[in-house]
């Protein structure tokens, strides 16, 4: 006997059987409520009930089908109609992401009677999983919610673990599978922390617009949070149908994406769509990034063919646009390509991106090799070859100072974080305030000898 599709039943995508199908075969009331309280006690995991199980899929059901022993109690319950074999993994999931890796993380979870989702759309109070029986609504679990921070609650693009409860309109959220990527900001608001944007991203799409608002220093903060998270950047400019000196700019761009692709496109005229569809592969998950107005939903109205994302004017006096998007959905391309959109950030803090800043400063970071003092602040110290590229026109001031400030950011939020790293950065900052002076001190006397 095994576990799984079952006789004359409505089955869903993967061949299990569906929520209606669910509710109408639920157990007999007397059965649920003596099992009610048992559950109860065991807190949010489903509890084994001797009379009637919860449906649930036996250890192994990712992979193949798995038998069940006829002494199983699960096999037979009195209130499920005989079933044959255990549905293999439907191509709904697959569509979406699925991969061997996941797969294998997924093992504990499945053992405890849970199925597998991934967050295609994330709204206030819910969230709308795809799974393989189809899209079900869904809300995290209560025991979730009180157990993690914010960056450990559920987001879009993340896989969970999903218990579907009969007889209910929402199905409950209890696990995130481990990430691969998170794109973290530090999150808006006088409490701080940080904010998981979004989960499980193979490319990071930094939309910026061709117009006055292109900001360089902007940029510099998307690339270091995107390196951070794991994800290949590549920055989209957009509208270049109405920009005038598209050269000059897509060369200012360049010269800090360091080895990120740079594409100019018009997502009106459709012109530089193909080159952005070389790096949007089936079953890999992009993400737009960007300000408001920089045309993100537009960008994804052209590459899906239709219009799935609402659009917004642009105010003429600064070219920037309002807010059309007011949730995060991931939308699957013809192209078997997935695309998640986000709202607009009108600011990106940056969270825990020490190594994301050195990445996206690499010229920097190679320059400050090059120092004679390794604690070199690239202040007045002697033989400092960051100052120099500055002297000699090698490097752009405006970002130097960049680079900086992102480091001072980085530092303040982990003196925040850590009372303990404040004390050594007042510490370390001692000994270079004493090390500077001691060079000083030795410079002058070296030039009273003289």
Avoid at 188 to 207: E, F, I, K
Avoid at 257 to 262: N, Q, T, Y
Avoid at 337 to 346: E, F, K, N, Q, Y
């Amino acid at each position: 006997m095994r576990l799984g599709v079952v006789d004359d039943v409505d089955v869903g995508h993967g061949g299990s059987p569906s929520l209606s199908f669910l509710t109408q075969h639920r157990p007999p009331a007397k059965v649920r409520a003596s099992c009610r309280g048992r559950q109860q006690r065991r807190g949010f995991h489903v509890a084994h009930c001797p009379r009637s199980p919860p449906l649930r899929r036996p250890v192994g059901w990712l992979n193949a089908s798995v038998p069940v022993s006829g002494d199983d109690p699960r096999s037979t319950p009195d209130w499920l109609p005989t079933s044959r074999t255990s549905p293999l993994l439907s191509s709904a999931l697959t569509d979406y992401g699925w991969t061997d890796a996941l797969q294998a993380d997924f093992e504990d979870f499945a053992a405890q009677g849970l199925i597998p989702g991934r967050i295609v759309v994330q709204q206030r109070g819910g969230y709308r999983l795809a799974t393989s029986d189809g899209e079900i609504d869904a809300r995290a679990s209560g025991a979730l919610m009180k157990a993690t921070a914010e960056d450990g609650r559920p987001t879009a693009g993340d896989w969970v673990s999903v218990e579907a409860r009969p007889g209910e309109t929402t199905a409950l959220v209890h696990h995130i599978v481990p990430r691969r990527t998170a794109f973290i900001r530090k999150a808006s608001g006088p409490r701080g922390g940080a904010q998981v944007v979004a989960a499980n991203v193979d490319v990071a799409l930094l939309v910026a617009s061709l117009n006055s608002d292109l900001n360089l220093r902007r940029l510099e903060r998307y690339l270091a949070t995107t390196y951070e998270s794991g994800a290949q950047p590549v920055i989209v400019l957009t509208k270049a149908d109405l920009a005038g000196d598209i050269g000059e700019r897509m060369a200012a761009v360049q010269a800090i994406a360091i080895d990120a692709p740079v594409l100019a496109l018009s997502s009106k005229t459709r012109e530089g769509l193909n080159a952005l569809m070389t790096h949007l592969r089936p079953g890999r998950t992009a993400v737009l990034l960007g300000s408001s107005g920089a045309g993100k939903s537009t960008l994804l109205n052209a590459l899906a063919g239709e219009q799935k994302m609402d659009t917004g004017e642009i105010r003429e006096a600064d070219e920037r646009g309002r807010h059309t998007t007011t949730h995060r959905e991931l939308v699957r391309l013809a192209s078997g390509a997935l695309i998640l959109d986000t709202p607009g950030m009108r600011e990106l803090g940056l969270w825990d991106a020490d190594a994301g800043v050195a990445q996206t400063f690499a010229d920097i970071e190679a320059l400050a090799a090059q120092c004679r003092f390794s604690d070199c602040a690239h202040g007045k110290e002697p033989g400092c070859a960051v100052r120099a590229a500055v002297e000699d026109g090698t490097l752009d001031p405006d970002r130097l100072r960049s680079f900086e400030k992102l480091q001072a950011e980085l530092a303040f939020e982990r003196r925040k974080e850590d009372p303990r790293a404040a004390v050594e950065n007042k510490k370390l900052w001692i000994t270079r305030h004493k090390a500077g002076r001691a060079r000083l001190k030795a410079k002058r006397g070296g030039d009273d000898d003289g």
